[in-house]
């Protein structure tokens, strides 16, 4: 794939640079949304977390970052694809404690969101796209069962009437919630024998594709929508 995209056409597409939490979100720019950006002439670069090499890290690590590119990439836009599911409080993203007394959890992201967006120097705020996944990528895949019946086999369900529940009680996917053992992650991993979620991530999304993920997901579909409007 990577050929693919290696003509000098890249060199006048819009360029987006979007620093992954890890693996998954990482293979799921490469294989699902590097295509679809392509097709709009945007070119998509995917650089994990450099300080932990994937894994969160404190804001104050991940805003270096998010500056460096910034200040290396002139023309560039920068966004991330982060799970909100695991920041730790102490590690102080913007507006956290704020965002906290309030139960909506889509407005609490807009809250931190637009607290990460204020606190990068103005000069660049136009370049810059913060985004959390609410409340994980994972959370993406609970998009249509049917998805999982063609690529696992019915003794690999642990108990496939209650994974099934799970579609039903959630129609939009990003309200899956972010329990120790009830977030998308923990419920796939719990839900289906030998899960890999580096492996299947991409995988299952792909196969779902991008127009029926954005109908499902509100929140993710309107960071695409920024994504191609910056």
């Known amino acids: 794939?990577?050929?693919?995209?290696?003509?000098?056409?890249?060199?006048?597409?819009?360029?987006?640079?979007?620093?992954?939490?890890?693996?998954?979100?990482?293979?799921?720019?490469?294989?699902?949304?590097?295509?679809?950006?392509?097709?709009?002439?945007?070119?998509?670069?995917?650089?994990?977390?450099?300080?932990?090499?994937?894994?969160?890290?404190?804001?104050?690590?991940?805003?270096?970052?998010?500056?460096?590119?910034?200040?290396?990439?002139?023309?560039?836009?920068?966004?991330?694809?982060?799970?909100?599911?695991?920041?730790?409080?102490?590690?102080?993203?913007?507006?956290?404690?704020?965002?906290?007394?309030?139960?909506?959890?889509?407005?609490?992201?807009?809250?931190?969101?637009?607290?990460?967006?204020?606190?990068?120097?103005?000069?660049?705020q136009h370049r810059y796209i913060p985004y959390l996944q609410l409340h994980e990528f994972e959370g993406l895949l609970f998009n249509d069962v049917k998805i999982f019946t063609g690529n696992f086999t019915e003794d690999e369900f642990v108990d496939f009437n209650d994974f099934e529940n799970i579609f039903k009680h959630f129609p939009n996917p990003e309200d899956i919630n972010d329990g120790a053992n009830s977030a998308p992650s923990k419920r796939l991993l719990h839900h289906i024998k030998g899960y890999n979620k580096i492996v299947y991530g991409a995988i299952l999304a792909a196969e779902i594709g991008i127009t029926q993920i954005k109908e499902k997901c509100p929140r993710f579909n309107h960071w695409l929508e920024k994504i191609e409007q910056s």
Request: proline fraction near 6%; charge should be negative.
């Open 1 to 124: 794939m990577a050929a693919q995209y290696s003509d000098r056409r890249t060199a006048e597409m819009k360029r987006v640079i979007i620093i992954c939490e890890g693996p998954t979100e990482q293979e799921f720019c490469k294989d699902v949304l590097t295509p679809y950006f392509f097709k709009k002439d945007i070119f998509i670069q995917a650089p994990l977390i450099k300080k932990s090499g994937g894994g969160i890290v404190p804001w104050e690590t991940l805003k270096k970052q998010i500056e460096t590119h910034l200040k290396q990439e002139p023309s560039a836009i920068i966004t991330m694809l982060i799970d909100y599911y695991g920041i730790p409080g102490q590690y102080n993203y913007p507006g956290w404690e704020e965002a906290h007394k309030e139960p909506d959890k889509t407005v609490r992201m807009e809250i931190i969101e637009n607290v990460m967006h204020q606190s990068i120097s103005e000069k660049w």
